[in-house]
């Protein structure tokens, strides 16, 4: 079965200071990982998958196979990245696509 | 980026009517399609995968017959409320993607309201 868990529903900090947001998941097979995010009244869109390795808007995700996580990472947060954040998952060759709980991120001026 | 569009943004139907949604890849041949439910202040929770021209695969949970899925062409799904109830009110989502693991592209969503 895929899972993807996403720890913090809510998450703030200050302008210019780190972000880690936290996914985990769980498959048996290799996965597919994405994160996408919702900006306000705005549809969902792709932030980065991690097949890619690029950054994003300085967003960046490494799979760490070991510890089943995908954590998605900007050093300096702007007060334009506050937004709501899913980590999804696709199993390889698989057709669905399962998301995780959501963390909505408020970056405080 | 492609774009995919829902139609209606927002429906009121009566209890016991059906509702139907409509989910169209615009730019793009779409050769999967994914139904999500969405309760307040929660995440997406998949209904069910349907791939052009084969039956809908649902997840756990969710009643096949209660939520029919179509996909006749590569760039229209529908989702359709049978006999709908105050607690099938919710937002629903479809996403749309031209291969496996490729990009999924969302519609802005259908607010459904059973009264």
């Known amino acids: 079965a895929q899972r993807v868990t996403q720890p913090e529903k809510l998450l703030s900090v200050f302008k210019g200071a780190p972000v880690e947001l936290k996914c985990n998941y769980s498959?048996?097979?290799?996965?597919?990982l994405f994160w996408y995010v919702q900006y306000s009244r705005q549809r969902l869109q792709l932030l980065l998958r991690?097949?890619s390795r690029e950054s994003i808007k300085g967003f960046t995700a490494d799979l760490n196979k070991g510890e089943t996580s995908f954590h998605l990472k900007k050093p300096f947060a702007q007060e334009e990245d506050s937004a709501m954040y899913y980590c999804?998952?696709?199993?390889?060759?698989?057709?669905?696509?399962?998301f995780g709980q959501g963390t909505r991120l408020t970056i405080n001026p | 980026g492609a774009v995919v569009s829902q139609h209606p943004s927002w429906v009121i139907c009566k209890s016991g009517t059906s509702v139907k949604i409509e989910c169209r890849s615009l730019?793009?041949?779409?050769?999967?399609m994914f139904w999500y439910r969405q309760f307040p202040k929660q995440s997406l929770m998949l209904m069910a995968t349907?791939?052009?021209?084969?039956?809908?695969?649902?997840e756990q949970g969710v009643e096949k017959d209660k939520f029919l899925i179509n996909h006749a062409s590569l760039t229209l799904s529908t989702l359709t409320v049978t006999s709908a109830h105050p607690e099938d009110s919710s937002f629903y989502i479809c996403?749309?993607?031209?291969?496996?693991?490729?990009?999924?592209?969302f519609g802005q969503g259908t607010r459904l309201t059973v009264v």
């Open positions: 999804a998952l696709s199993g390889q060759g698989a057709q669905k696509l399962v």
């Open positions: 996403s749309a993607r031209r291969a496996v693991n490729t990009e999924a592209f």
């Open positions: 349907s791939n052009e021209g084969s039956k809908a695969t649902y």
């Open positions: 730019d793009f041949q779409a050769t999967t």
């Open positions: 498959y048996s097979g290799s996965p597919e």
């Open positions: 991690h097949i």
